[in-house]
Antibody, heavy 121, light 107 residues
Framework: QVQLQESGPGLVEPSQTLSLDCTVS??????????WSWIRQTPGKGLEWLGHVSYRGSTHYNPSFKRRLLISEDSSENKFSLKLTSVTAADTAGYFC?????????????WGQGSLVIVSS | DIQLTQSPSFLSASVGDRVTITCRASQGLSSYLAWYQQKPGKAPKVLISAVVTLQSGVPSRFSGSGSGTEFTLTISSLQPEDLATYYCLQLQSYPHTFGQGTRLDIK
């Protein structure tokens, strides 16, 4: 059974880079069977899909974040990561990692527990 | 982007009531619509995929229907544990987008 666990700083200063990891257990992050996504949640905008990484590092990003966003895999630690640059207070959110099985049109059926990130000096 | 608009945004109902939540899309969707339930402090949980497919372990009082631009989530007999916020999600095109949510309160 696939399980996901987010980790990373809970506080990031404005203009800096927000970095989060999602450790995967139960399957290799390199498998072609899964799409690995980041989703965030704010009181103002609700749930927003940020992007995903899949087999051999193939990525797809939400255009709203594309200029600032990098999602990558790390097979040595069986995790995937999010980096969001030039953050502002508007990037304060709960960040979830999530997985889709086999097709990117399948629902996100596995989620991490979420990680709250506050952008503040 | 495909916009999803849920109605109502807030709903209060009694145990045993039949509850319906609507999700309207800004353009026609095929079958790539899912419904999620989120309880406070938890990650969303998928209830229904492909408009009508009940996920394993989800009580049969939940059902989904619809086509084109209008979709519904129905709870046939509301239970106390259904207190949550419900979201629709479209997976037809990028970027994947969620509705703004319907908060369900138990009277």
């Amino acid at each position: 059974q696939v399980q996901l666990q987010e980790s990373g700083p809970g506080l990031v200063e404005p203009s800096q880079t927000l970095s989060l990891d999602c450790t995967v257990s139960g399957v290799s992050v390199l498998t072609f069977d899964y799409f690995w996504s980041w989703i965030r949640q704010t009181p103002g905008k609700g749930l927003e899909w940020l992007g995903h990484v899949s087999y051999r590092g193939s990525t797809h990003y939400n255009p709203s974040f594309k200029r600032r966003l990098l999602i990558s895999e790390d097979s040595s630690e069986n995790k995937f990561s999010l980096k969001l640059t030039s953050v502002t207070a508007a990037d304060t959110a709960g960040y979830f990692c999530a997985a889709q099985y086999y097709y990117d049109s399948n629902p996100f059926d596995t989620w991490g527990q979420g990680s709250l990130v506050i952008v503040s000096s | 982007d495909i916009q999803l608009t849920q109605s109502p945004s807030f709903l209060s109902a009694s145990v045993g009531d039949r509850v319906t939540i609507t999700c309207r899309a800004s353009q026609g969707l095929s079958s790539y619509l899912a419904w999620y339930q989120q309880k406070p402090g938890k990650a969303p949980k998928v209830l229904i995929s492909a408009v009508v497919t009940l996920q394993s372990g989800v009580p049969s009082r939940f059902s989904g229907s619809g086509s084109g631009t209008e979709f519904t989530l129905t709870i046939s007999s509301l239970q106390p544990e259904d207190l949550a916020t419900y979201y629709c999600l479209q997976l037809q095109s990028y970027p994947h987008t969620f509705g703004q949510g319907t908060r369900l309160d138990i009277k």
